[in-house]
């Protein structure tokens, strides 16, 4: 997988031998432009460079970099719950990975659906995760309504 | 520990990673950490050049890469392993337990003291004052010894580094005056 070139293994390598923490790779990964061009990516190829990444024997630095770029590059284009699904099967290889899976959730907030039905929206709390999923819409009224729609929450 | 995982490990042993050691606060709060003992010379390569870049020319490497320890390690555990602090509540709390108090300003800060640097309630680094502020009244900052994740030991002054856009907090041990 050549996602990265040697200067971005360089520069990221070196943002990751000072890193105490998880929010500092977060806060220094998501500036990169290698990583924002990552970012671009579909999750799912995101996910299986994360993978290859925790699987690679023995582990090198351009493996761990990869990782944690293609982690910081789900988590801010919308794949954070790929990657907290992903978790379950992790080998633990990438230590921050769960941090930075917490990082994201905080700075996202508290976790709030909203829902647009034709000019309304519709904002709800979950706690837990859930798929907000909309079985029937109204007819384009510009009045709010309360009884024209039905909202389904499937786990 | 078993005899099989040395805390030290000699030349010509097997690489291990993962390791833990028994360590409390004095107040006997078990304090998780992990000793990463394989270091290759790859990251060892990429830690030294980043450095010296991150680094003006005010600062002094004192001591090469290492996987053992990281800054709160250096403070916190002598150099014996990485502890992790993810939440600067955390930090404060086990300062808290071993006796320290706040330092609320940065001119009083005096060789001995602890320094945390966080953003946004996380701590992102700690290390310890080794020249007071008043040592260097042109730029009345400290110098501080500090140990960034696995790369080296460098004394610097507090302002700069990697982590100089954070905020910096000192402490210091209560122990009984010396008068």
Redesign the interface.
Known sequence: MTWLSQND??RL????????????IF?RFRADPTVKALALRDGKELLEGIRRSEQAA?P??EDEVLGYAAAVAALTSGHAPDLTAYIATSSGAL?WLP?LIE?ARQEAGPPVNVVSIGQNQYQFNVSTPANVRVTSTSSGTSRPSSRSEKLVLSD | MSSASPLIALPGDPIETGCAIRLDSRCGTPISN?QDKSL?P??VR??L???K??FGQNAKIVNG?SGYY???GLVLAARRTQI???DLNVIWGLLTEDGYVRVYEEADAEVGDVVTYS??G?????ALVVAAASAHPMLGRPRILSK????VEVVHFAHEG??KDCDRSYFRTRNYDLA
Do not use: F, M
């Open positions: 293994v360089e390598g070196a943002d990751l031998a000072v890193a105490n923490s998880a929010s500092y806060r023995p090198k630095l230590k941090q990082l | 992990v290759p790859e990251k990429v830690a050049a980043g450095a870049k991150d890469p990281n800054c709160a992790g602090t993810p953003l946004k996380h701590c992102e680094h700690i960034h994740g696995w790369s990697p982590y």
